[in-house]
């Protein structure tokens, strides 16, 4: 039983998850995160499940699959994987929803706080030997409008209250009871774009959120205003909000993630009101190994044990 895994970050800290599919007899062929289809077409025939992190699970790569059973997003977001053809297949799509909730929380809000307070632009320029004297902005009392308040962007909203912020959240199914219980109020997309002084996304990448932010949804933001990205690159329009940043539009934005990945170079690295990292979020210890042993339990759920997995995608 050939398990095939392409994510990089796949037992990197801990060999459990590892160990533990071998000790449950499946064959681990682990594969470059960007290998290309013809390279895990040799393992294909005899598959029945994959671990995947970008890997395009298309109809391609299906056809050549008829054993594979189940395929785990190493993660979250399962905009990579073709929900319909492996629905049409009888193969479970599966993601860890919560494993790597506090990591990416605690990333987001970091990306708040150093885009507020310029913290990135203050180390270049001191290691540079400036010693810049750099007038920032607060972050404590503010408005922070959550795009997404789902499992990451609950425990953002959680972080926000300690900074005594104003929590505004847009949701296309709202959780009206954690609302309540912590003081977050849902509003309109359009007010929440127009009040808040710090917007942060959380919210998967679907035909309905691809541009949410592109330059009509930017300019209604406020001039003072920080957008800030650790969802799906394909949510901001990249183009525009180069325009935006480069026009003093808003006043800042950070992000962690891209349309495109990997990147060397990109127009927004250009700008110095804008902070880029490279899609590391989720990327602690603790969070890489709860996604890794998440993953090899619905594995096991679904082959050896024939049961349905955990957080099924595709409902089969």
Known sequence: MKVICTSPSFAKYDDQPATTLQQQGFELVVLPADAPLSALEPHLADTVAMIVAFTEVNDALLDRAPQLKIVC?????????????????????TNVPDANKHAVADFAFALILNAARQVTQAAIATRAGAWPRIFATDVC????????????????ALRASGFNMRV????????????????????SLDALTAQSDFITLHTPLTPETRNLFDSKRIGEMKKSAFLINVSRGGVVNEADLFSALSDKVIAGAAADV????????????????FIPTSHIAGYTDG?????????????????????RPVNVMNTL
Request: aromatic letters at 8%.
């Open 73 to 93: 997003k190493h993660g979250v977001g399962v905009d990579n994987i073709d929900l319909d053809a492996t629905k049409a297949r009888g193969i479970y799509v």
């Open 141 to 156: 009392g503010k408005t922070l409008g959550i795009i997404g308040l789902g499992n990451i962007g609950k425990q953002v």
């Open 168 to 187: 505004l959240a847009f949701d296309f199914y709202p959780d009206e009871t954690f609302a309540a219980e912590h003081n977050v109020e849902f509003v």
């Open 287 to 307: 969070a890489i190994g709860a996604i890794g042993e998440r993953c090899v339990q619905q594995i096991i759920q679904c082959v050896k044990e024939q049961q």
């Open 258 to 273: 891209f349309d495109s990945e990997p990147l060397e170079t990109h127009p927004l690295f250009s700008l110095d009101n």
